[in-house]
């Protein structure tokens, strides 16, 4: 007769024994822990590599652009042309920011599909592909990118360390998707209200700690590394009661209603002159790109190579007040930038270059308002334009606030986003992320239905090749024996 397995130990002390069996000493939480707090890491390092690598691609492009100003005519297009070609099958899910495809994942629980968005080899080649785009001077970010990295590597972690349930591996691709946009920007806050506002649409308290535990382990890297700093450096400005306040209502609106019109361009609704754009695209998509990349180009030479890249560095005079060299009609070429580079299928987001928008928009509100603090108003343009088109105003108002290491404007700020998003939903109603989302989820359910109906249908052919023949009259009729072929014999 087997021995029976002596019982686990336990501690004399019954004060002791209630700490020990505490949750908190729960190995399947350590394990959870362990799986985050190492996500964590790897995707502040993936953040932070990716942001030099972006760096040295467009500083390589201005370089070559240094050689002469007619040269992105001929690379951009050929390169845009190629990155779309590439992206046509396996890697399509690369295409575009990479925000939806984690909005999707998080909402839709189903395996095949969530490892068609968020495999390893399509984070990978998100970064790459981006890389590439920068170095011919696509007008793109990095922001968007970053946090689909950070949800693939979340996914497979959370997979490699056993936590297989459709729920856990949702929270594992939220707090991923927040980490990324806290490294992106050295904006731990934001990635919380991000996640919140973007990703989730909704909070739970199981939510809670995932997420914070993830944005501040990764803070603390990304901290360690970089060292303390705003992305557009501090900005001391503020704005005083009175007319000033009327940049809030000029900046909500106008950023507001241009931020709402972008979105919806690159939305391609399925009716009007924009279906007609999204149709030729869906023909002809490597051709389209590589006319995108011509357009994109002739938009560079026109604006002497102010519209290329993120569009960091106009933004930050902007907000800092420098030497302008960007010219008073940056704001309205870079958005045409934004249009054209979305438009061409190529991986890339829309954070950065929204942002150089709305400081552009900023500072020719500013023109109109000189009783008004000019870097109070670019940053309230900034701000609104970046809540009109992503239809997410908190998250908008803390990135700005965060972005530039100022409390004195939260309620400008706020009240702006705010009224940017109400005048967004004149031409964009469903905020432009998950308006691609839910694209991407309809599509899956169109499939998943298709695929059901032609297993039905196999299935019926089964059973009547199982129940026998029948005649013309419903008679059934003797299968025929039929010779064996050579390749049977």
Known sequence: MPESPSPTPKASNPRLRAVLGHEFFAPYLWKRRIALWSGAVLVALAAILFARASDWAFGLFQKIVAHGIWIPLIMTPTVFGLLCWVTQGRLRAARGSGIPQ???????????????????????????????????????????????????????????????????????????????????FNTPLAGVVFAIEELAGTFEHRFSGLLLTAVIVGGVVSLGINGNYAYFGTVE??????????????CGVVGGLLGGLFARLILLSRRGP?????????????????????????????????????????????????????????????????????????????????????????????????????????????????????GAPLTSAVIAMELTNNQDMVIPIMAACLLARA???????????????????????????????AEKQQNDVDDVEEIGATDAYGEPVEPTETPAKDSDR
């Open 237 to 250: 400005t503020s704005l005083p009661l009175g007319h000033a306040w009327l940049a809030v209502l000029e």
């Open 423 to 453: 005048a967004a939903s004149i031409f964009s109603p469903t905020p432009v992320y998950k308006d691609f989302a839910e694209r991407m989820m309809q599509d899956f359910e169109r499939q998943h239905a298709w695929h059901a109906e």
């Open 102 to 184: 984690a909005i999707a994942s998080i909402h839709i629980e189903d395996e095949s599909f969530r490892a068609r968005m968020l495999a390893l080899p399509i984070a990978a080649s998100k970064m790459v592909l981006t890389i590439l785009a920068l170095v011919v001077g696509a007008s793109i970010g990095r922001e968007g990118p970053t946090v689909h990295v950070g949800a693939g590597l979340f996914y497979s972690l959370g997979r490699r360390f056993g936590f297989t349930d459709a729920k856990a591996i949702s929270r594992f691709i939220l707090a991923g998707g927040a980490a990324g946009i806290a490294a992106a």
């Open 274 to 390: 924009l279906a007609a754009v999204g149709r030729l695209r869906e023909r002809y998509p490597v051709s389209f790109a590589v006319g995108c990349g011509f357009a994109l180009a002739v938009l560079g030479v026109i604006s002497h190579n102010a519209v290329y890249g993120t569009g960091y560095a106009q933004a930050r005079e902007f907000v800092q007040q420098d030497p302008v060299t960007a010219g008073h009609a940056f704001g309205l070429y870079k958005l045409l930038a934004n249009v054209v580079s979305y438009w061409a299928g190529i991986p890339g987001g829309i954070f950065s270059p929204a942002l150089a928008v709305g400081a552009g928009i900023g500072h020719n509100i500013a023109y109109f308002l000189p009783h008004a603090p000019e870097a109070a108003v670019v940053l309230l343009g900034m701000s609104a334009y970046l809540s009109g088109v992503t």
